[in-house]
């Protein structure tokens, strides 16, 4: 594909480039336990709030009683070769590391969530307004960032570490004979939904097209899940910022109501608390 | 397909029902500066005596916008960052578009109300081209930051602009004609005669037919259209949305009042008018909270 920039100040894919480095991931899903190990260390590590990950792990049971299968699908920041999220955020707070991160830079963003609503892996989140730590950054879009600040100082990042089946595999692809570039190279790998032209650089080995179909997801959602997620978000003091945003799943006259007025509810009274603590 | 989704996170809807009164709130605006500028502008001469209200009107809805959107901001002091024009702001973003549309659409009305309340035809007409320009871009950048998002199924659309300006057409028209009739209720003088208000009807009513062709040319594209598509017009039709978008904006806002404003006996009746025109400027509301917020649910289940 011939090289696009985005913005004044875009860097273009660094995959085949000499002397640049593209970092990729290959999830092995054959060897995936689902066990969790890396959304613990990666909520552990960041300290991402509740009800936001930077990285989770998706299960799906598909099949028929006896005939039926547990599938996992960990998820995380795709680190697209053409990032749909750069080309939207309005402030350049979200840019590429010439290596090729994704990062975000906390003190430019705005908050404005264009980014998310661009993303077509869910991959963003908002962050809470209340930290564990009040001096962690609140209110601005996070993303995973293949522990930039591990990889650097020639340390894999933390999913990768704690992966107990070894099934996360990180490296370089413009260097041949690491294992990621030997990986995507041996297998047939696939990416999540590649239709979108984000050219994903995190890789999938055996990858069941029934858990990586959105519309498979949306169909077979589970309502005890569901339900769940609404009534944390909803009620929990630190989900509870969004809490209306989030959309009843029986949607009568009466829930449409009690949804707008929750939504704005929430959004003024979220209101005086962004204003009033301090500058940024 | 039997299956069952156990864990997965769930998403945020990102933008709320907030956002969607904002894309109301503009459309209500572009809509009603458009009629404003049909006497001094395009040179429809029994429109001028409403040209003046309708510009004021306008301004007025415009600056309920900017609390909106910057109350929704998470960093809200930030807003400026949109606007710094070497260092921050990102001009492939239709956000920094819209963030300079929204900055100079009012002040190209404030000075176009000063000249039509001065009497001043030739300024009247130079910034009057301006502002409806600024107006349509306004509202054409809106219906922009939601359809650059390949991702999310109905916005995805080349079509999402024009129905985005055709319901802001609809919506402000009729916002105008309830707002007119409350005014002259209460007005000594310069009461607007209600046969223009009448006119005005069959001004909006054009726009509501060329706002069901544009929304059956959409059911059609859903209806020969991928899965997603599919669930999506199952959403709006039967699921989750039907509220939203078959009753408040397709029942509501479009087919009873173009109904009635189609029934010879009650289509010159001012109240009937009125009805029409409150239910269109409500039910556009319909519209802008599917478009909104749909597509972010169903797409927030992966």
């Not at chain 1, 990666?42 to 039926?68: H, I, N, Q, S």
């Not at chain 1, 950054?137 to 990042?157: H, M, Y």
């Not at chain 2, 930030?78 to 024009?85: I, N, Q």
């Not at chain 2, 919506?171 to 009461?191: D, P, T």
Request: hydrophobic share 45%.
């Amino acid at each position: 594909m011939a090289e696009r920039t985005f913005g004044f100040n875009g860097i273009s894919p660094s995959l085949d480039k000499v002397g640049r480095k593209r970092y990729a991931m290959v999830v092995d899903l054959r060897r995936c336990t689902g066990c969790n190990a890396c959304t613990s260390a990666c909520k552990t590590g960041y300290d991402v709030p509740l009800g936001e990950w930077r990285l989770w792990v998706m299960e799906a049971e598909v099949g028929r009683f006896p005939d039926t299968k547990r599938y996992v699908l960990p998820r995380l920041c795709n680190q697209c070769d053409q990032p749909s999220c750069i080309r939207n955020c309005p402030t350049k707070a979200t840019y590429r590391h010439p290596d090729g991160f994704i990062l975000q830079r906390y003190n430019r963003c705005i908050g404005c969530r264009t980014c998310m609503v661009a993303c077509p892996y869910n991959a963003r989140h908002l962050l809470s307004d209340k930290r564990r730590d009040p001096r962690n950054p609140r209110d601005v879009a996070d993303k995973c960032d293949f522990c930039i600040i591990r990889v650097t100082r020639g340390l894999a990042p933390l999913c990768v570490a704690s992966c107990t089946g070894g099934a996360m595999i990180f490296g370089d692809r413009n260097d041949p004979k690491s294992e990621v570039a030997r990986s995507i190279r041996d297998n047939k790998t696939f990416t999540l939904r590649p239709q979108m032209g984000n050219e994903p650089q995190v890789f999938y080995i055996g990858l069941d097209s029934r858990i990586a179909d959105p519309e498979f997801a949306y169909h077979n959602r589970s309502e005890q899940v569901h339900n769940r997620e609404n009534t944390f978000k909803t009620g929990s003091e630190l989900g509870g910022d969004f809490g209306g945003d989030i959309i009843d799943t029986e949607m009568d006259f009466w829930g449409l109501m009690r949804h707008i007025g929750r939504n704005f509810k929430t959004f003024f009274s979220a209101a005086p608390n962004k204003f009033f603590r301090g500058l940024y | 397909m039997d299956g069952q989704i156990i864990a997965n996170a769930y998403h945020h809807e990102y933008w709320g029902f907030p956002i969607a009164l904002y894309f109301w709130l503009v459309g209500g605006s572009a809509g009603s500066f458009v009629i404003s500028s049909l006497g001094w502008v395009f040179g429809v001469k029994k429109y001028k005596p409403v040209a003046f209200f309708a510009s004021n009107f306008a301004i007025v809805l415009l600056l309920l916008v900017p609390i909106l959107l910057i109350i929704d901001l998470g960093k809200p002091y930030r807003f400026f960052h949109l606007l710094m024009v070497t260092s921050f702001s990102h001009w492939s973003a239709p956000m920094v578009w819209g963030s300079w549309f929204i900055l100079t659409y009012p002040v190209g009305m404030v000075i176009y109300s000063y000249f039509v309340y001065k009497g001043n035809q030739t300024y009247a007409r130079i910034f009057g081209i301006l502002a409806v320009v600024l107006a349509i871009g306004t509202h054409w950048y809106t219906g922009v930051v939601i359809q650059l998002n390949p991702s999310r199924d109905p916005n995805h659309d080349s079509a999402a602009p024009l129905l985005f300006l055709t319901g802001a057409y609809v919506s402000g028209i009729g916002l105008l004609i309830v707002s007119m009739w409350i005014r002259n209720k209460f007005a000594r003088r310069e009461i607007v005669p209600e046969s223009l208000l009448i006119d005005m009807s069959k001004l909006m009513l054009y726009g509501i037919v060329f706002d069901l062709f544009l929304l059956f040319n959409d059911f059609l594209l859903a209806t020969y259209g991928t899965g997603e598509e599919h669930t999506m017009l199952y959403d709006v039709l039967l699921g989750v949305f039907r509220w939203a978008y078959l009753y408040m904006e397709v029942i509501w806002g479009l087919l009873l009042p173009l109904l009635i404003l189609i029934i010879p006996k009650i289509r010159n009746s001012m109240y009937w008018v009125v009805l029409a025109s409150f239910m269109t400027a409500t039910g556009v509301y319909g519209m802008r909270i599917w478009w909104v917020m749909a597509s972010t649910y169903y797409q927030g289940h992966f």
